[in-house]
């Protein structure tokens, strides 16, 4: 029985921070796509979790405040500076922030799912490469 735990926990911690990883290339291409890169990007995420994914990425500088970044990564609805470009990590709150968010990334039937807002893109005057047309929509 101890080694079947062992073996459980073994694989989900496996896969737990693969997914980790995952997250972290993910955000990676996402961010620096977004935001070209001139300079450092100041990057402030609502909860440990995306915190931590903020710290592992080149390029991006952790802030301690909101008001100081100019890329949020949320995972809830924040009154926030509405300057900073807003991107989610949840569908449903996608829908709820459609017209200040830039796009979210989240998992979806244990798939990645990338979606871009081509008004909010526009309105930002973010033009994204090639290779990530297919993820931007109309609407949500």
């Known amino acids: 029985m101890k080694k079947l735990l062992f073996v459980l926990l073994f694989i989900t911690g496996t896969l737990f921070a693969s ?16 935001v070209p890169q001139t300079e450092e990007i100041k990057a402030w995420g609502d909860s440990p979790h995306n915190k931590e994914i903020l710290k592992h990425i080149p390029g991006v500088q952790s802030v301690a405040s909101p008001k100081n970044a100019s890329f949020l990564l949320l995972e809830k609805k924040n009154k926030l500076p509405s300057d900073a470009l807003i991107f989610v990590t949840n569908y449903r709150l996608l ?32 033009k994204l490469p090639d290779s990530m047309q297919d993820f931007i929509e109309d609407e949500i």
Do not use: C, D, V
Request: hydrophobic share 40%; proline share 2%; aromatic share 10%.
């Open 19 to 34: 997914n980790i990883e995952t997250e972290k290339k993910i955000y990676t291409i996402i961010i620096h796509a977004l």
């Open 95 to 126: 829908e709820k922030m459609q017209k200040s968010a830039i796009g979210g990334f989240f998992w979806q039937k244990g798939r990645p799912n990338i979606l871009f807002i081509r008004k909010n893109l526009h309105k930002r005057g973010i």
